[in-house]
Each structure stands twice: as structure tokens, then as C-alpha cells.
């Protein structure tokens, strides 16, 4: 028994992870009162039956698979084709230039993605700065690298102008030596966009300090009315050598089952992400890999119905939530994720969790995935169907009157 | 730039990788006289252009898509169904048992499988047994994570009662602090087999020890004629803790373009194997994870046929092979690798797989990928259709010719 594996294993935990909960131990759980009936919802991911992929994928798939040997074994980073018309339509969304052959890589999803740019870029020892809260992975990506994570502050409670990060604390991050900054942008989990001078600032921060930058944009195409969104990649004032930008099509697209990821940027980094995923898993499935021909090429105004669906259930279930006067949060500007903040219960966020998947059918994501200290919050994505997601609104309402202090 | 990282980088290069033949550097190679025509041969992996994915196996991943948000979105350990399924049909192959829930894991292609169980197991400064030659990743694996790799050799060419396995160099590698043992059977890249003896010696030397043993089961159902094959997980002598034993359906069933793999063994490794799967690519594609159905339920008699279609063609190879007079090899016993020692030429081995790309339409891997000191053989892949390949063979006597001393 190596206990210093032991350990590492033990900070990477999965239990309270979105699409786990069935393993959870719930022996210790005593509910109050009945069983709150509804159609059972789990916000712990996008119900992808409720929003369907992008019509067409399944059949470019099977073309896919038609296509045969030279579809099923690409390089490692890709179909060279598919590399070079996905780069292409990036290029155009982000507003920079993306060589195919030298800054781009399709992975096993994004997470695939995040896991080869931190396994490329962290040796053990290094300080990376993490945003609180932010996607659980990220911390536990550090860990795994045996990094050390670096805290900073996102105040998103207290603004409305910008995501809120604690720039000062950014700077004083790079300063004491962090030579790495990852972050969600729109944040995961609580759907806010950082604003053009935070992205600015960023840039400028982490060029002054020659520190690398790893932006998660998953969700950077699902932006609500009013918001604008600003690429980091597209800043003038940053060595594109200390980029890596990552997207994909498992969210606002729903292919997900797909398992579809990309990065671009640091052709330096996207070759060592080569060399990882040649030992990791070889390559994005073969035949998948096609399916992101459908991707920025959506039939004309699917992407605008599929915002303003989300748009409308978010107002409703803000709506529900404000009502009740027990939350405080904040209006998602992009994405699919609400993290509001629960008033003191007599249960902790654990027990809270596990109680609104038993008593009330509804599953939801402890804050504390998002950083030990987010004990009073948790997650959602809104990405269901409408009026399911309302009743399951309406019990969480319900459990948290039952429970709270 | 961190040096250190730069240099693990540089130890687990891809430019040999198969596969990845297009990304070489080309200026410096000269060729001797004229081009070989011929048909194009990748022998670098199996073309599943000339032996087909099993029946029916996109029907079952269009299912897959049908049944929508509960297949995209499985636990990362993989559907608890299709565990169920697949667990059932390896406990019969294997002749053991397999609990599904706690004993086993869907992984992306069998390379998932190996990445995420020495993730599991090795920590840095680990001493881990190599077997050379073995799968070029093996090696790769044990320098990403900072473990050390000690070579034990195997005689393959010595023998045709076993494997060959130097099993007093095995003892003494666990007598020295080796923790691990990592090895493919059948082997990779030579083909053969190890003998029950082998086999029942290995778990018995690991269990004297305390040491674990990943077995990389990828090509044991591929069994020719006369040969009998031995798992390790059905030794009684060693703590089943200790194993873990990794499948998958890419190679005899050519399903590679799905990314499937499995693992199965010590409930402590799985755990861990799947809250690392959970960070590095959240799960096998769910949809093809549904194709998992298909493996070992195939129709009556397509994998005798398939087994004898490949008999075949190495009889054919190795015949023109051994009639050339220039080889040294063992004829394959499992698998579709051939492993031919070459004799001395004027060119490196490196040199040698370029010229036989850019003079005969020729791709082999070159066998240092498999240790560096096999700079005198290489592997192919004959899992080709059958007259491409005889032309192929025949144009590698000729290059063979040309470059000898």
C-alpha cells in the first residue's frame, strides 16, 4: 500500500460528482415528512432528451463510420480534414488565427481537453491559480499533477458588471510565483461572464508575469440577451505561446454522448498534448470525430431558438427562487448553470443534497465541488425540460422550508 | 519553461508512433534507385477497411443514440447495464468471477484502460518491470509517471515451448524493489504466447513478493491453431487485489473507431481507476459503449472464420518471409503481430521504415518503439487484406535487398 497515492486518490474523489450520485452512501440520511412527489429531474447535467443534439449528427456519424480504416485511426490530435474545418469556423468565432496543423487538437470531450493542456503544463511543485468556485475538475487536476492550487476570489454576489475576480489577489498569485491560471469563462458554476477589462486585465497580468493562461469556454456560445462575450486568445497583449483555449459541443450542442472536445492555441503545448494523448486514450473516438462537421453549422436559427429556450426557463426558475426569499443568487448571463446560495439549514449541504434526491427526486451538485468553502451553495443546469425543471424548483423550495434552521 | 517537463516530453515522443508516420521529419532520407510500385500497406495497425467491425455493430450504437440521455450520460465506471452484460461474458471467457459493480470499468480503447490503472498505481520513484520487447506505451506510461522501468527480457526467438520470459531476471527485478509488473499476452509485438507455466510461475513470483500485475489481455481471443491460452486472473495463487486484467474489442473485432476498453480486477484499483477516468475523460463515449453488446455475442462463426483468415495470412507472410533467407522470427501464435529481425543494412532502423514509406508504399513500426534496443526488427500488423499484404512483404525483401551491407 503506497499511502501517498492513498492520499492523492482520496482529494480526487468522485462521489458528490454530477452523474455519481447512485453510489453514494445514504444509510445515515432521515427525512422529515413525506416524499414530495414529481417528475423526478437531475440538474446535475443537461437533459439531453429534453434538448436534443444538432439535427443530422447521428447521420454524419454513420458516414462516419462508412468512411471506414481512415476514419477509425486518425493521428492522435485529429482528422487533419476535420482539424481543418473545425479550426477554420473557430477562427471566424474567436476572431484570431488557428493553424490546423500546428495549434489545434480534438480530444476525448473537454474535459479530455483540460486534462492533457494541465498534464502538458504542470510539473509537480508548480503553483496554479484556481478560481473559487469554479468547475470541480480543476482543483482536482492540481492535485492529481501534484500541483498546488492557488485560491482566488470570484465576488460574484456582489456585482453585476463583471464577473467579479479579485484581480489583486490575481496579481499577488503571480507574484508569489503561480505560473499557471485556469479558468471557466462563462464560469461554471455560476454562469457569469467575465467582462472585457477583466479579460484585458488577465492578459496584461499574465504577460507582465509571463504566466500561462488555460481558458475553459465550453459554454462561450450560449450568451444571454444584453451580454457580450470577450476571447482571451484575442488579446493583442498576450503571447499566444501562453494560451490554450478550449471548447466543445457537449453542452449548448448536447453531444456529449459523442465525446468531443478541442483545443487550440501554444503550438508547443498542443504537441505535448499529442505525445499525453497517444498514451491517454490514442485519439477522440475515430468515427465521433466527424460528428463536429455539425458544429458552427447549425441549420439557420437553431442556435438562437435553443438561447432563448434557455433564456426563458432560467427567468422562470429565478423567478420561483427569488419568490421564496430563501436564495440569493445571481442571474446567469451564459450557460446553463444557477448557483444559488441556500439560507442555514439544520443538515449540511451534504445531507441537503442527498435528501433532495431522496425526498424530493431532484438531483442537484454540493457547492463544496466547486470549493470546500462553498458549504451554503449549490449547483444547477437549468438545461431540462421547462415545466419538469419548475415543479423541481417548487420541492427544492419546499425541502428547504422543511430544513431550514 | 520547466526543463523537466521538456524532458519528460521528450521520453514520450510520438514521431514513431503508428500512425503517426505523416508528421516525420522526411529531407534527410535518400533513396537507392527506383520506387516499388505496389498497393499502399499500413502495417502500422490492422485495416478494418479489409476485415470489417463485427455485424451489427452500428445498429446497436444507433440504439444506443435512440435510448438519448441515459446512454450519453452513464456513471465514468461505465453503464451499469452494459457492466452487467460484458462482466457476465468475461468471467466465462476468463473462467472467473466479475462483479460488475465493483470489479470492473468501461474505458476509452484498452489504452484508457492501461493509462488510468498505472495512474492508479504507480507513484513516482515506483520501480515497475518492462517486459522488452513489449507495447511501446508501457514504457511511455511508466516515464509519465515518474515511475522507473525495469527491463525484464524475453527470449522469444530461443523458444517455441513458452513465451520466454527470463523468469530469474523477474524475481530478481521484484527482489529489488519492484512493485509492479506490466506485460501484454498475447506479447506485443512478437505474437506469442505465455505458457501455463509462465503464467503460473509470474503469480506465483508476484504473490511471493507482494507485488501487483497489470496483464494486457488485447489480442486473447485471437488464438491460432495447436496453441492454448492461460489467464493470469485465474491463477488461484495470486491475491485477486493484486490484478487487474484489461480487454478490449479494437484489434480481432476491429471496433477501434468506438474507443472501447475494459478493465476488471481489484475493487481498490477500479475505484481509483474511475475517480482518475472521472478528470481525464469523464467516461467512455456513452453511445459507444452500447456496442459492447456486441462483443463476444458475435454470429456463429465469425470469429472461427476470422481466426482462420488470418492463419492465412501469416502462413503466406512468414513463408515468403523465411524463403527470402534476410529474417529471424517466430511464427505468431496469437494476435495479428509479426516481429522480423533484420539483417545488418547500411541505413538505422529509423532510416530503414522511412525508406520503406517512401520507396515501397510501405508502413512498419520500427522496433525500438518496443525497447530501444530493438534496432534490428520491426512489427507488422498483418491484419490486412490478404493479396496487399503478400505485395507488401514482397517489396520489403526487395528494400531489404537493396539496403543490406
Known sequence: ????????????????????????????????????????????????DAFEPIPGTLDIFIEGVHVGGKQAYTEYRGSEAIRKNVA??????????????????????????????????????????????????NRKLVEFFDGEAVPVQLDYLQTTTCAGLDLTQLEEAFNSGVKLFLFSN?????????????????????????????????????????????????????????????????????????????????????????????????RAGGYSQAVLKSWFAEPEGWMTKRISEHQAIRDNLIDKLRASGY?????????????????????????????????AAVTVTPGTEFGSQFTDSFRINFSQDHAAAEGAIERIIKVVEEYRK
Chains 1, 2 share one sequence.
Not at 482529494?11 to 453514494?24: L, V
Not at 470577450?230 to 456529449?256: F, R, W, Y
Not at 478541442?262 to 503550438?267: E, L, P, W
Request: net charge negative; glycine share 8%.
Open 1 to 48: 500500500m503506497n499511502y501517498l497515492l492513498e492520499e492523492k486518490f482520496s482529494k480526487i474523489g468522485a462521489e458528490h460528482a454530477p452523474g455519481q450520485e447512485g453510489r453514494q452512501n445514504i444509510d445515515e440520511i432521515q427525512l422529515r415528512g413525506e416524499k414530495i412527489e414529481g417528475k423526478p429531474v437531475d440538474f446535475s447535467h443537461g437533459d439531453v
Open 327 to 359: 436564495f440569493q443568487l445571481r442571474t446567469t448571463e451564459a450557460g446553463s448553470y444557477l448557483f444559488p446560495r441556500i439560507p442555514k439549514l439544520d443538515v449540511s449541504i451534504s445531507q441537503f443534497v442527498k435528501i433532495l434526491r431522496l425526498q
Open 88 to 137: 477554420k469556423k473557430l477562427s471566424n468565432f474567436t476572431g484570431t488565427t488557428i493553424d490546423p496543423e500546428q495549434n489545434f487538437i480534438i480530444t476525448p470531450g473537454t474535459q479530455g481537453a483540460l486534462f492533457l493542456a494541465m498534464g502538458s503544463w504542470v510539473y509537480r511543485g508548480d503553483k496554479v491559480a484556481i478560481v473559487a468556485p469554479d468547475y470541480f475538475a
Open 186 to 282: 462563462p464560469n461554471n458554476p455560476t454562469g457569469v461572464i467575465y467582462s472585457p477589462d477583466e479579460i484585458r486585465e488577465i492578459a496584461e497580468l499574465a504577460e507582465k508575469y509571463g504566466a500561462k493562461v488555460i481558458v475553459d469556454q465550453l459554454y462561450s456560445r450560449q450568451i444571454f440577451e444584453g451580454r457580450t462575450y470577450t476571447h482571451l486568445c484575442a488579446q493583442n497583449t498576450i503571447d499566444p505561446e501562453n494560451v490554450i483555449t478550449i471548447m466543445g459541443p457537449s453542452k449548448t450542442e448536447s453531444l456529449s454522448g459523442y465525446r468531443l472536445g478541442v483545443a487550440f492555441g501554444s503550438a508547443n503545448i498542443i504537441g505535448r498534448m499529442e505525445k499525453l494523448q497517444a498514451i491517454v486514450s490514442l
